[in-house]
């Protein structure tokens, strides 16, 4: 079956360490996008990829970096720079940055600073 | 920049029952699409529905219809005949037709509970 794997599904870090959060897809789809949802706040926009070797910088992306070295892979960078970082990461993909049908989501990343 | 606003951080709807959830959202655009999204307590997102701008007709999908007032910025979803398994967290989104990148801005959401 076609989706998209996020892993770990929990992740913990110790203060000062970068940590990196997988997205894997297997749907074909040319765009990926990471959000970050906090309580009472939504998903607030990170980074987005329309294609391969291309990233934009969503709203809260300080702290952050991204590759997309493959179309099947959006790898998620948390740095130390990251004031706040514990949150619920989600990854999503669409066919192409045209599509209007909305995203598919992986199943998140929970990250804790410990 | 456009927001999403959801007034109800949490709603509560017995089993069967139909329950409206409110989203208002702001923007100078004319041409743009709104969704629903529910986050069960697996965490995993998945679409409930969807709604072009330019369509007067309102979404539906079996039990689910929105009430969109383009004049007025309002997406509600109603859900009718309230399952178990409807109890979650609910998003509205809006997509720019305009802007460049398929970007989904979320509004806060609201947590349903459905009680039997």
Known sequence: DGGITQSPKYLFRKEGQNVTLSCEQNLNHDAM??????????????????IVNDFQKGDIAEGYSVSREKKESFPLTVTSAQKNPTA??????????????????????????? | ????????????????????LSCTYDTSESDY??????????????????????????????RFSVNFQKAAKSFSLKISDSQLGDAAMYFCAYRSNAEYGNKLVFGAGTILRVKS
Not at chain 1, 33 to 50: A, E, M, N, T
């Open chain 1, 88 to 114: 619920f990461y989600l990854c999503a993909s669409s066919i192409t940055h045209r599509d209007i049908r909305g995203y598919t989501f992986g199943s998140g990343t929970r990250l804790t600073v410990v």
């Open chain 2, 1 to 20: 920049a456009q927001t999403v606003t959801q007034s109800q951080p949490e709603m509560s709807v017995q089993e069967a029952e139909t329950v409206t």
């Open chain 2, 33 to 62: 699409y709104l969704f629903w999204y529910k986050q069960p307590p697996s965490r995993q997102m998945i679409l409930v529905i969807r709604q072009e701008a330019y369509k007067q007709q309102n979404a539906t999908e079996n």
């Open chain 1, 33 to 50: 996008y990471w959000y970050r949802q906090d309580p009472g706040q939504g998903l607030r926009l990170i980074y987005y990829s329309q």
